[in-house]
């Protein structure tokens, strides 16, 4: 295992690196995406202001659409720009052009719109109690096994809660069509992570009015965590429009207070737990979970955030009588979307803050409970699918070792005893599906292909993204390994859909468990055929090249996955992941703090180990945030600034780390970006439930939320 | 209005709207695209050069603030002697992620180094403490500047 340094990271540093608002094109102009400011109702009448020269603005709406209305990926329930009704604030009703910047934003600013306003559902929590708002997709999972609790049963049940998150890449979101009248083509280079859903979006736009659509990333793309997923479809469906219509490049690049308010994030959420546990043996008998995410206004990512969700919701636990009830509710507010753990959090959220519900119902230390429910060897998921090794378990061991919790747990609570502030300690365990739910891999069939020089430089073409993961190092690195071939003569593409080949999008951690394990057979393969050394061979053989070497993706024949019972295997391969956390509470301004994480992983092999650090290290501030200060505090969110109302962790708050990889069966890398952001969380709320006594079933822990909530009780 | 400063030992005159953000006139009229924008309102400090002698937010100042000062940003630090230590430990520690805050960060954290440059966590992290990076988790970021403050100290 060595760590190479990154392919891209001086240029990022002295800032020499393309990201899309760096590119220039001759004669380019601007575009704005104008959005509704009404959460539901009927446009009446739009208003230009007069003191301008409409003539010298491109301006389109639905009504421009050559093709169809409706981005077509994930789930094609979306418009591109609003027909009539308006479904929630921020949906794009217009695009708008200029050649000058400054011009443009003075123009939409003093554009009118009158709606004939209609009931909305704003809020939150009102949108997720209410069943009857349920829409989409529904999952059942049921494993109930006829157990009638008995009557020494200690029944736990509680309501958890979580907010919107909002993903804030730095670099917000951007796109610049170019049309090509004589080819009749289409070029857009952007910030995104799924060239290939970009490109049948613009497809979807144009309809018969070209012929072509290529689709490129920019160099750089400055963070996407699930957020350059979805929306950039219609980003690049509306610049390419307005490219059309202006025979001219058009570039738009967000502004954050734009982004904030119209862009995807992060699903709310309402998890209803029910438990009868066995206060003899600890054993959790019977595990009842209602999960429901607020979908926003459209169905978009959710159904398969739902999947996600529900498929982890049950925790890294051997419990055998389950009934899971999954559904999609809908609001009036901007459809969420993909955001690292995709379902994930939340559910993680739930399970693991009713471990320590149920712990204290029993009287134990939550470690003892997890102890012994805890998936091992050989037990089954509430899915049926078997767990082969002791994963989450040795995760477990080792981070209670090295955190040193046992001590810590009785230490603190004597330290409480005598000190108006608080210390606490708490834990969380979990697991990650590498790629795609169920059978969404065989689905997807993806592809890569891999070009071999003149001069033995080996050129990788996948569709997968660098969005700061460092992809493009990783996958170049296990290729390089795998063909023992120099590193600076191997290196990945940047995706363009007229040479990558579609191997899927950049999501679901499958980026090197998938596409670079892909990458590390098509390497053998090739290996098997030179026999030895590449440089060598290619210079005795150099008639041969250039020459061009791809392959498919190929399902695992057993596994198994049923989509109308969610039962099978939902997840080829899972990763793992145990923490213990420390917070520090300051009782007199109900502030909490998080001193310390340790958490161990079961990631398999890491390729670059400092690149794997990374990723764990962002992602637990990324959770870390989630857990204590990220939050739209304003019910109606289409009000949010950007980053002076939205707290993200500074180097101020970034508590100390300890992070370790363990590996306990396979011998390959498997999914890592998201698992991270799943459970820091939860292990914050229960040491602040260890640190204080007070058991809160929301996050973020914000000072107010914490106040309420003591308030609300005293 | 006609402006004058100088920027990455460069003079430059300008005619601009005084009241244009400084950020703007260096990207789009200087195409200085190693400074970067992200929040807009001074919050991030993706904008950061330095002026004169201090770090600022250029997304927050008038192009009129910068008339008769020296601008320095992290394509001119990259090549000071002091820039390319700081850069070469940015890249040793595998520290950047996505990258679009590591102009920013590269400007603050070279301005620590030549201002005080002590190898201190504590230190550090409040000399950093305005510029926000969502990838990083910022561990990587203060080893690479504690490692920029010991080799220039063995250095000197
Ligand atoms: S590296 Fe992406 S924001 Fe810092």
Redesign the interface.
């Known amino acids: 295992m060595r760590s190479p340094r990154k392919v891209d990271a001086r240029s990022k540093i002295n800032g020499s690196h393309k990201f899309i608002d760096d590119y220039i094109f001759p004669d380019m102009i601007y575009g704005y995406l104008y959005y509704a400011r009404c959460h539901h109702g009927y446009i009446r009448k739009i208003t230009f202001p007069e003191e301008f020269d409409l003539k010298n603005f491109i301006i389109i709406d639905y009504k421009d659409i050559p093709g169809r209305n409706i981005v077509p990926e994930p789930e094609p329930d979306q418009p591109f720009l609003v027909e009539n009704e308006v479904y929630h604030y921020g949906q794009i009703i217009m695009g708008i052009a200029h050649p000058n910047k400054a011009i443009l934003k003075q123009f939409v600013e003093k554009i009118e719109i009158e709606y004939e306003e209609l009931t909305a559902l704003t809020d939150i929590k009102e949108c997720l109690e209410d069943e009857s708002n349920a829409f989409g997709r529904e999952i059942i999972i049921d494993q109930r096994q006829s157990l009638e609790p008995r009557s020494e049963w200690i029944k736990t049940s509680a309501v958890y809660y979580t907010a919107h998150q909002e993903q804030a890449y730095l670099e917000t979101q951007g796109m610049i069509a170019i049309y090509n009248q004589d080819q009749r083509s289409i070029y857009v280079l952007g910030t995104m992570q799924c060239p290939y859903f970009v490109k049948e979006a613009v497809e979807m736009i144009m309809g018969d009015k070209i012929t072509e659509v290529v689709i490129e990333t920019a160099e750089g793309i400055g963070g996407a965590f699930g957020g350059k997923e979805d929306f950039p479809n219609i980003l690049a469906g509306v610049a390419s429009l307005l490219a059309y219509k202006a025979e001219k490049p058009v570039k738009i690049v967000l502004e954050r207070s734009d982004d904030i308010v119209i862009t995807t994030k992060r699903h709310p959420s309402r998890v209803e737990i029910e438990t009868y546990t066995d206060p003899v043996t600890n054993k959790i008998r019977k595990l009842k979970i209602d999960y429901r995410l607020d979908a926003g206004g459209y169905l978009t990512l959710s159904p398969v955030v739902l999947s996600r969700g529900v498929l982890h919701s049950f925790g890294g636990y051997n419990i055998r009588d389950v009934f899971i009830h999954g559904r999609l509710l809908r609001s009036n507010t901007p459809s969420n979307g993909a955001f690292r753990g995709f379902g994930a959090p939340q559910a993680f959220f739930a399970i693991e803050s009713h471990i320590d519900k149920i712990a204290g119902d029993l009287k134990i230390d939550p470690l003892e409970l997890r102890m012994k429910n805890i998936l091992q060897k050989d037990d089954r998921m509430p899915t049926t699918q078997i767990i082969r090794e002791d994963h989450i378990l040795d995760c477990l061991n080792r981070v209670i070792e090295k955190s040193d919790y046992k001590q810590k747990y009785i230490e603190f609570q004597e330290y409480n005893q005598h000190h108006d502030n608080k210390k606490g300690i708490g834990i969380s365990i979990c697991f990650h599906g590498g790629g795609y739910t169920g059978n969404g891999e065989k689905v997807l069939q993806s592809k890569v292909k891999m070009t071999i020089e003149k001069d033995a430089a080996v050129n990788i073409y996948v569709a997968n993204t660098d969005m700061g993961q460092g992809a493009h190092t990783t996958l170049a690195q296990m290729v390089s390994e795998t063909l023992d071939h120099p590193l600076n003569k191997t290196r990945v593409v940047i995706p363009n859909t007229s040479k990558t080949p579609n191997s899927g999008p950049t999501v679901a951690s499958r980026t090197i468990y998938i596409i670079g394990n892909l990458l590390c057979d098509l390497s053998l393969q090739i290996k098997k055929e030179i026999q030895g050394n590449l440089d060598e061979y290619v210079r005795s053989h150099n008639t041969l090249f250039p020459k061009e070497y791809s392959r498919c993706f190929t399902p695992d024949p057993t596994v198994v996955f049923d989509d109308k019972t969610y039962l099978g295997t939902g997840y080829k391969d899972y990763s793992w992941a145990a923490c213990v956390c420390e917070v520090f509470y300051q009782t007199s301004i109900f502030k909490l703090d998080l001193k310390k994480i340790w958490t161990v992983l079961d990631i398999g092999i890491p390729v670059n180990p400092k690149i794997a650090e990374g990723q764990v290290e962002g992602g637990l501030l990324q959770a870390m945030g989630y857990a204590l200060t990220e939050y739209f505090y304003k019910p109606d969110f289409g009000r949010m600034h950007g980053f002076t109302d939205y707290i993200l962790p500074t180097t101020l708050d970034t508590p100390e780390m300890d992070i370790e990889f363990i590996h306990t069966d396979s011998d390959f890398a498997k999914g890592l970006g998201e698992i991270p952001m799943n459970y820091p969380a939860p292990a914050i709320r229960n040491a602040f439930h260890h640190a204080t006594g007070i058991f809160i079933d929301e996050i973020p822990l914000t000072p107010e939320r914490i106040y309420e909530n003591i308030k609300g009780k005293s | 209005m006609k402006i004058s400063f100088n920027i990455n030992g460069r003079n430059v005159k300008l005619d601009v709207d005084p009241m244009?953000r400084l950020l703007d006139v260096l990207?789009?009229d200087l195409?200085l695209?190693?400074?970067?924008?992200?929040?807009?309102?001074g919050?991030?400090g993706?904008c950061t050069i330095i002026l004169d002698d201090k770090p600022v937010t250029s997304c927050i100042l008038n192009a009129v603030h910068a008339d008769g000062k020296k601008i320095l940003?992290?394509?001119g630090?990259?090549k000071t002697r002091i820039g390319e230590i700081l850069?070469d430990c940015?890249?040793?520690?595998?520290?950047?992620?996505?990258?679009?805050?590591?102009?920013g960060f590269?400007v603050t954290a070279y301005h620590y180094l030549i201002t005080d440059g002590e190898p201190s966590l504590e230190k550090?992290?409040?000399a950093?403490?305005g510029?926000?990076?969502?990838?990083?988790?910022?561990?990587?970021?203060?080893e690479s500047v504690i490692m920029a403050c010991e080799r220039l100290q063995e250095g000197s």
């Open positions: 244009r990207r789009d195409e695209t190693d400074i970067k924008e992200s929040c807009g309102e919050e991030c993706a940003t992290a394509n630090i990259s850069l940015f890249d040793q520690t595998n520290s950047v992620q996505c990258g679009f805050c590591f102009p590269y550090i992290r409040y950093l403490s510029n926000i990076c969502r990838c990083t988790g910022y561990k990587k970021i203060f």
